[in-house]
């Protein structure tokens, strides 16, 4: 008897620590939006749907769906495809991981009180960890709405993006520095906000001077938000 008690307290505890699978819940759709839990096929999503841990989420053109996943609503833009690599939820907080295959996603992340919230936006060239903060993000191109996010290279340069600020990565692995943007566009206008960033980085110590290199990077850059 003894014995079965001890190994149920160890269990508990090792449950406590890993922490237990979640799942993230359909609240809006427009368009063609789809969802494939693991080792199933394809289905339309639809409101009110709860998509499991491990799944992929994929939109069609001029598609969005939003997602609620514990404290975090994430909006996902048209022609995107997003995989729910881990929604881990315990008693100290939570840990989210999502990973960008393509497209972009917008968003807003609000920490619970007393716990720890752990949100991650993985993409083949980036990661954004996010605690607290409202941003748009397609793998290289970040907007801020609200908080302040480090994006840093992985040669240890790094640039703080504020609110209503905008920051890339260029060719060279460098953080441009961040340039004022109007809020409600995020990353449509993606081309004026290249430039405008490539006109300010300019008069700041000649980070990029080049509009043409600041496109797409091979570089992994980390997201980091104090």
């Known amino acids: ?3 079965r008690v001890i190994i149920s307290v160890l269990l508990a505890a ?3 620590a890993s922490g237990w699978a979640q799942s993230a819940t359909v609240v809006e759709v427009a368009g063609k939006v789809e969802f494939q839990a693991p080792g199933k096929a394809w289905k339309p999503a639809k409101v009110g ?3 499991a841990q491990g799944s992929m989420v994929s939109t069609g053109f001029k598609s969005t769906t939003v997602l609620k996943i514990g404290a975090a609503t994430i909006t996902v833009k048209p022609i995107t495809r ?10 100290a907080g939570s840990q ?3 990973f960008l295959l393509a497209g972009r996603v917008k968003a807003e992340v609000q920490p619970q009180a007393g716990q720890t919230t ?3 936006v993985k993409s083949p060239t980036a990661t954004a960890s ?4 409202g941003f748009e993000f397609d793998g290289v191109n970040l907007v801020v709405e609200h908080g302040s996010v480090r994006l840093m290279t992985p040669g240890g340069q790094f640039r703080f993006v504020g609110a209503g600020e905008f920051s890339t990565v260029t060719r060279s692995g460098e953080a441009a520095s961040p340039a ?3 809020l409600g566009t995020g990353l449509d206008q993606i081309g004026d906000l290249l430039d405008q960033a490539a006109s300010e980085a300019a008069a700041d110590q000649g980070v990029v001077t080049d509009p043409g290199a600041m496109l797409s990077t091979l570089a992994t850059i980390t997201i980091i938000v104090e």
């Open 1 to 3: 008897m003894k014995l």
């Open 14 to 16: 090792a449950v406590a």
């Open 49 to 51: 749907d709860v998509i």
């Open 82 to 91: 997003l995989s729910l690599e881990q929604i881990v939820q315990n008693e």
């Open 96 to 98: 989210t991981q999502l």
């Open 118 to 120: 752990d949100f991650q």
């Open 130 to 133: 996010v605690r607290g903060t």
């Open 180 to 182: 004022a943007v109007a």
